[in-house]
């Protein structure tokens, strides 16, 4: 305490120097408007850039959970989707003659639902890959169930618990799916080679296909999918073991490197679909 | 030292009135405008107590500021120059002059136009700073800074030796 008053002592003089410059600086301030819209505003540009970069801050850490809500969404808007797209297909009449004397319920049940889900785990290092999702079987979730994401195809769900569910996913060598070409009806099934896992091989064409690069590989029949979900897009024709039958070489629509949110779809007919189809292999 | 002082305050008011009635309305090609009043922290005695020097500064600009209605502007940029005086002085003047010495461009020459040139354009540099207090127009701000104090120095000198001049006169 002692050094701190000798200290003000001995530098009083400055002290009063600064006292009286700080003093005078007020009086430009608070008398002259220029001076002090000058130092407002500069004072509001500093406020205004460190309050966006904070902000900028902390919406990254927001981020997660917008994607989840945008998730929400897209899912909410799939399912419209199916709807007004079933009704849409119940309006194209097959015949001119129709029978309107039945009217079919307007609310019309969507038969297929979809679940959003998150990646949890992911292996594409080896050959065996799979897919682990944190929703499982109280969710809704069941064997047979298909994953798509925002940008195509994905997988079939295998195995399920209450909280998780393992999914094969096309770049897996167990994976099968019938596909075709959007433009045209012949149909061959998706396969993985066990290579490059951005590709996978859309075998059994008929020879006669004609094919662009680029062109548009969608699911087609399949107790799994709905129809005409996006696969990939085809890129140069691969090996073919057998002469009467093409090979494509399909670049996935699905990027399962940076792969985060995925819808699972819950088709409400296949049990429907599945008992009847038991009855006649019996 | 009462003579000194008595003289010093004559200086003081003096030069309010001549910066405020007539410099004040004086700009050359619209851009240079003589500051004299800073003349009064020249010509103290070199042994001033540091606090009445910085105090006289302050009170000077603060008068000049209540009558061009300027508030804070010279008070600021003159109590800084005060301040700065003293190791100014030790830096242009020898340490072991007498402390009842006056700075003058007769008496000390080299060092008093040394010491006169680096205070005022101290003074001018801060005083249009502060009272355009952005960087916006830097160059014209420049430019009234080397003029005003072009005109403020010489100004100075020609005032010094024409007060010595006539004192020597009348003790000749």
């Known amino acids: ?282 | 030292m009462k003579i000194s002082y008595l003289y010093e305050i004559v200086l003081f008011i003096l030069l309010i009135l001549l910066q405020v009635l007539l410099l004040n309305r004086i700009s050359f090609f619209g851009i240079a405008t003589p500051v004299l009043y800073l003349y009064f922290l020249l010509k103290l005695t070199m042994g001033r107590n540091f606090l009445y020097v910085i105090i006289s500064g302050f009170l000077l600009g603060l008068a000049i500021d209540i009558f061009l209605n300027t508030p804070g502007m010279n008070a600021a940029a003159t109590t800084i120059v005060a301040a700065c005086r003293k190791p100014f002085m030790n830096l242009f003047f020898e340490k072991d002059e007498y402390d009842d010495f006056v700075p003058g461009i007769y008496t000390a020459t080299g060092p008093f136009i040394r010491f006169t040139i680096l205070m005022v354009s101290l003074h001018l540099t801060l005083l249009f700073f502060i009272e355009s207090f952005t960087l916006f127009n830097l160059p014209a701000t420049l430019l009234r800074i080397v003029s005003s104090s072009v005109i403020s120095i010489l100004l100075i000198f020609a005032l010094d030796s024409f007060i010595f001049k006539r004192k020597r006169g009348e003790q000749v």
């Open chain 1, 1 to 282: 305490m002692r050094n701190l008053f000798n200290f003000i002592f001995r530098n009083g003089h400055w002290l009063v120097a600064i006292l009286l410059v700080a003093f005078s600086f007020y009086l430009v301030f608070a008398h002259n408007s220029y001076q002090r819209s000058v130092y407002l505003t500069s004072a509001n540009s500093v406020s205004g850039w460190f309050y966006s970069t904070t902000n900028n801050i902390a919406s990254f850490f927001l981020l997660k959970k917008s994607n989840e809500q945008l998730l929400e969404r897209n899912a909410l808007l799939e399912r419209r989707l199916h709807v007004f797209q079933e009704l849409l297909d119940s309006l194209v009449a097959p015949d001119s003659v129709e029978v309107t004397a039945f009217a079919p319920d307007s609310i019309v049940t969507p038969q297929f639902d979809f679940i959003p889900a998150g990646v949890v785990n992911l292996s594409y290092s080896g050959v065996n890959n799979f897919i682990t999702l944190n929703k499982g079987s109280s969710h809704g979730i069941k064997p047979d169930m298909g994953v798509i994401s925002q940008q195509g195809v994905v997988g079939v769900v295998a195995n399920v618990s209450p909280h998780f569910s393992v999914v094969i996913p096309v770049i897996n060598p167990k994976f099968r799916l019938s596909a075709r070409l959007r433009n045209s009806e012949n149909y061959g099934s998706i396969s993985w080679d066990g290579g490059n896992i951005r590709q996978a091989q859309l075998q059994d064409l008929p020879k006669h296909e004609a094919f662009h690069e680029g062109d548009t590989v969608v699911t087609s029949f399949s107790r799994i999918f709905p129809k005409n979900l996006i696969i990939g897009f085809v890129s140069d024709t691969g090996k073919s073991g057998d002469d009467n039958f093409n090979t494509f070489n399909v670049h996935l629509a699905t990027n399962f490197y940076t792969l985060q949110d995925v819808l699972v779809i819950k088709d409400r007919l296949y049990d429907e679909q599945q008992t009847l189809e038991e009855t006649l292999q019996q």
